[in-house]
Nanobody, 123 residues
């Protein structure tokens, strides 16, 4: 099982940027499809983005398309989420996740999760 630790969260004003990192240990992430999810207070955890094993394919939720970019560095065993043009509605705890099949956007499609990192966007 791979262990995941997110970092890079914080507070930013609307229109600003943040870069989240997800450091993996235990196994190399090249064996996994990687994803980012988020959960706002009182809401269900929702899919944000995913990236294929080599990084050749990515997929985004409509709400972040064109503003967020997911990337990975398998040599560093790390996945990133670059978030630009942040909005107040992006405020949430962001979770990194690892799965074995490409194409999933549901919580159950990913088997390993990090503990989350808080992102707060003020308007």
């Amino acid at each position: 099982q791979v262990q995941l630790v997110e970092s890079g969260g914080g507070s930013v004003q609307a229109g600003g940027s943040l870069r989240l990192s997800c450091a993996a240990s235990g196994r190399n992430i090249s064996s996994y499809v990687m994803g980012w999810f988020r959960q706002a207070p009182g809401k269900e955890r929702e899919f944000v983005a995913r990236i294929s094993w080599s990084g050749a394919n990515t997929y985004y939720a409509d709400s972040v398309k064109g503003r967020f970019t997911i990337s990975r560095d398998n040599a560093k065993n790390t996945v990133y989420l670059q978030m630009n043009s942040l909005k107040s509605e992006d405020t949430a705890v962001y979770y990194c996740a690892a799965g074995v099949k490409y194409g999933g956007t549901r919580y159950g499609d990913f088997g390993s999760w990090g503990q989350g990192t808080q992102v707060t966007v003020s308007s």
